[in-house]
RNA sequence: GCACCCGUAGCUCAGCUGGAUAGAGCGUUUGAUUCCUAAUCAAGAGGCCGCUGGUUCGAGUCCAGCCGGGUGCACCA
C-alpha cells in the first residue's frame, strides 16, 4: 500500500462527507490537494494541504475548513494525531501498528513491493543508444545507454508495456565510409600491404577481424571489383559486424534492447514515402528556399529550393529540410518516417534518449511526430548531458582523432558495470556529471554504489550468522510474516519502516518525472538508514538484530532487515546493478 | 543573432512538479571500535537558492527581463 495515496483517499471521503453534511459546498476540484511527508519529521508522518486548496473553492479561510477536517481525520483508527499548522496545513501521526503493517506488505510482496498499475497496460516505446553503427560504443554512449535502460525498467515497473528500442544508422554516408574502410582491411587481409589508412576512413584496429572474417567467407571474390559492385554489400556485412560489436558491448552492461530498427529499411520498403504521403495529406510539405541562418552564414550558403516540412506550424523556429539538393532524403526525413512507422506499430507515447549535442533537433522531430499523428501521438526527448572523466583530479582529454577517446569496455573492465550503471544514475540526466574514476575503484561510502551494496550484504550476514546461531529458528518468508512486529518500538527501526513505505511513491515519482536517478537517490537514503540502526545496536547491544534470549524480538528484527533486504534488491534491480549478498 | 539546458554550502549535487525553520555527500572541527562487516555511525561550523521585478494565502520551484556557463544552429549524420 502507498500510504500517501491511502491517507489522500480518506482525506477526499472526509471532505465529500463534509460536504453532504452542508459543512462545505460540494463539487470541489482535488487535482491540487497532496498528502506527503512533511520535510520536518516533527510535523508529522504525513501531512496534507487540503485546507489551503481549497480556500478558494470554498470561499472559507484555510483554518474553518481544517478545524472540521482535521477533527474527522483525527478519527480514522490508523490516526492518532491530526493538528492544524502553520498557515493551514493538516499534520496527522499515524499509529505505529499502521506502519508495521507496511512491513507486512513488504514481506508479503517481495520484490514485487513497489510495482504500480499507474500506466495500466499502456504501450510506451523507449528509443536508446542508436549510436552509428561504425565501431565500439564509447563513454559518451555510456549515460544514455544506462539512463535509457533504467527508465525502461522503472517504466515497466510502474505499468507500461515498454518496448526498448535501437535505431540503426545503416544508410547515410558515414556507413559508406565504413564499408571503404572493411574492404581496404579486407584487401589486407587477403595479403595485400596497407600502408596507413587515408584521410576518411575509419582508422580503428575493430576493423581488422572483419575485413579477416570477409576473406574467409568470400576469399578474393570482392577485391578487383569495382566500388559499385561491392559497396552495397560489404556496407550490409560491416553493419552487421558493427551491431554484433554494439549488442556484445552494451550486454557488458546487462542492456538487451528488444528492437533493433534499420533506416535502412525505411528507404527500401517505402517507408519513408508512406510518412511523407502522411504529411502531404495534410498539405505539410511545400518546396521553398529557407533564410540564412542568423549571426554566421556558412561560407557555402547560396539560397536554394528545397522540399520542406511546415514544422513553425507545430512550434519549431523555422520550416526544414526533407530533401537534399540533390533529391535524395534528409536524415530529418528518414528520422520522420522512423516515428511514423512507431505510431503505426500503435505506439502513442514515444521517449528517445539523446546526447545533449542534438538538443536543437527536439523541436522539429515533436513537431513532425504531433503532425503527422493528427496531434495523437506526443515525443518525449530526454537529452542526457556529457559526462567529463576524472582521474586522479584531473579531466581525462580525449578526441577520437588522436585515437584517446575511452571505450564503453574499457570503462567497464576498468570499475565493473555496477558501478558504471550506479554511478551514471547519481546525477538527473540534464545535468553534466563527472565520473571520477578514483571514486569509481573506492570502497567506501565515498562511493554510492558500495555504499549501498554493503548495507544490503550487511544484511546478508545478519542473515547468515543468525542461521548459524540460532539454527531452529525458522526465517523464511512465512515465518517472518508471522513475527510478532509489535517488539519493534525504537525510533531508528520505525523509521526504517517508513522509509520503506515511501518506496511505491518513489517509484512513482520516478516514473512521472522520468527520473530514473530518484531510485539512485533513495537508495542511498534507503541504505543510510538501515547504517543508522546498526551503528546503534553497537552503542546499544539491546537494540541488536540477534538476541539469542529473546527469540520473538529476534524474529521481528529479522523480518524488519529481511524487508530492507528486500527493497534495496528491488530498488538496485530496477537500476541494473546486482545486489550482492557478501562483500 | 536565435533556440535549448544549467546556475542552491568552500567543492560535487538533491530538492517529491507551489508548501512550514532549504537538504545530502565530500572537505573541515569533535567524538564512537572488548560489539551482528568501523567498508560504518554521531555531533558542530558552513546559505542573498545568479540578479531584478511579477503571479498568490505562500516561490529554490511558475512567468518576464537581465547576468554568467554549456550545447546546437540550410543541404552532414
Not at 453 to 477: F, G, K, T
Not at 541 to 553: A, C, G, K, S, Y
Amino acid at each position: 500500500m502507498n500510504p500517501y495515496a491511502y491517507i489522500r483517499e480518506q482525506v477526499i471521503a472526509i471532505i465529500t462527507g463534509l460536504a453532504e453534511d452542508g459543512v462545505l459546498p460540494a463539487g470541489m476540484d482535488f487535482s491540487n490537494l497532496a498528502v506527503e511527508a512533511p520535510r520536518d519529521p516533527d510535523h508529522g508522518d504525513v501531512a496534507t494541504n487540503a485546507a489551503l486548496v481549497l480556500t478558494k473553492q470554498a470561499k472559507m479561510k484555510p483554518r474553518d475548513i481544517a478545524t472540521p477536517l482535521a477533527e474527522r481525520l483525527g478519527a480514522l483508527p490508523d490516526v492518532t494525531a491530526a493538528e492544524i499548522a502553520g498557515p493551514g496545513f493538516i499534520n496527522l501521526r499515524l499509529s505505529e501498528d499502521f506502519w508495521r503493517a507496511r512491513l507486512m506488505d513488504v514481506l508479503g510482496q517481495g520484490v514485487n513491493y513497489g510495482d504500480s498499475q499507474m500506466a495500466a497496460g499502456e504501450k510506451i516505446i523507449v528509443e536508446y543508444v542508436s549510436a552509428n553503427p561504425t565501431g565500439p560504443l564509447h563513454i559518451g554512449h555510456v549515460r544514455g545507454a544506462v539512463y535509457g535502460d533504467a527508465l525502461a525498467a522503472l517504466l515497466s515497473k510502474v505499468g507500461y508495456d515498454v518496448c526498448k528500442e535501437y535505431y540503426i544508422n545503416d544508410a547515410g554516408s558515414q556507413v559508406d565510409v565504413l564499408a571503404r574502410s572493411v574492404h581496404l582491411r579486407y584487401r589486407e587481409a587477403l595479403g595485400e600491404t596497407i600502408d596507413a589508412i587515408p584521410e576518411g576512413m575509419y582508422p580503428g584496429d575493430y576493423l581488422v577481424p572483419v575485413g579477416e572474417a570477409l576473406a574467409a567467407r568470400d576469399g578474393d571474390k570482392w577485391r578487383d571489383l569495382d566500388e559499385a559492385d561491392w559497396l552495397v554489400p560489404l556496407r550490409r556485412f560491416a553493419v552487421d559486424a558493427m551491431m554484433d560489436l554494439i549488442r556484445d558491448d552494451l550486454a557488458l552492461l546487462g542492456i538487451e534492447q528488444s528492437v533493433f530498427f534499420s533506416e535502412e529499411t525505411l528507404h527500401l520498403d517505402g517507408g519513408i514515402d508512406r510518412a511523407m504521403a502522411a504529411l502531404k495529406a495534410q498539405d505539410l510539405i511545400y518546396t521553398g528556399v529557407l533564410e540564412p541562418p542568423k549571426g554566421k552564414t556558412p561560407d557555402d550558403w547560396e539560397p536554394r529550393p528545397q522540399t520542406l516540412f511546415k514544422a513553425s506550424q507545430f512550434g519549431d523556429d523555422v520550416d526544414r529540410p526533407l530533401q537534399k539538393s540533390d533529391g535524395a532524403w534528409t536524415y530529418f526525413a528518414a528520422d520522420i518516417a522512423y516515428h511514423y512507422d512507431k505510431t503505426q506499430r500503435g505506439y502513442s507515447q514515444m521517449v528517445d534518449v539523446w546526447g545533449a549535442d542534438h538538443g536543437g533537433y527536439i523541436k522539429r522531430m515533436k513537431a513532425a511526430v504531433r503532425a503527422m499523428s493528427g496531434e495523437q501521438a506526443s515525443l518525449d526527448v530526454r537529452l542526457c548531458q556529457m559526462v567529463r572523466l576524472l582521474r586522479g583530479g584531473d579531466v581525462v582529454q580525449m578526441s577520437k582523432r588522436s585515437g584517446t577517446f575511452i571505450t564503453l569496455r574499457e570503462l567497464v573492465d576498468e570499475v565493473g558495470a555496477d558501478v558504471v550503471r550506479f554511478m551514471m544514475l547519481t546525477r538527473k540526466n540534464d545535468a553534466p556529471l563527472d565520473f571520477d574514476f578514483d571514486m569509481a575503484m573506492e570502497q567506501s561510502k565515498d562511493n554510492p554504489v558500495f555504499y549501498v551494496q554493503y548495507a544490503h550484504a550487511r544484511i546478508h550476514s545478519v542473515l547468515r550468522r543468525v542461521a548459524d546461531e540460532l539454527p531452529d529458528l525458522n526465517l523464511d518468508l512465512n515465518s517472518l510474516k508471522g513475527a510478532n512486529l509489535s517488539r519493534l518500538t525504537d525510533s531508528a527501526e520505525m523509521d526504517l519502516i517508513k522509509q520503506m513505505a515511501t518506496w511505491p511513491r518513489a517509484v512513482e515519482i520516478a516514473a512521472q518525472a522520468r527520473e530514473p536517478h530518484r531510485i539512485a537517490f533513495y537508495l542511498n537514503e534507503l541504505a543510510s538508514g538501515f547504517h543508522v540502526l546498526w551503528n546503534k545496536g553497537n552503542a546499544e547491544p539491546n537494540l541488536r538484530f540477534i538476541m539469542e534470549q529473546d527469540r520473538e524480538v529476534t524474529l521481528a528484527r529479522i523480518a524488519l532487515i529481511q524487508g530492507v533486504a528486500l527493497v534495496l534488491a528491488s530498488g538496485l534491480s530496477l537500476v541494473g546493478v546486482t545486489p550482492v549478498e557478501r562483500m
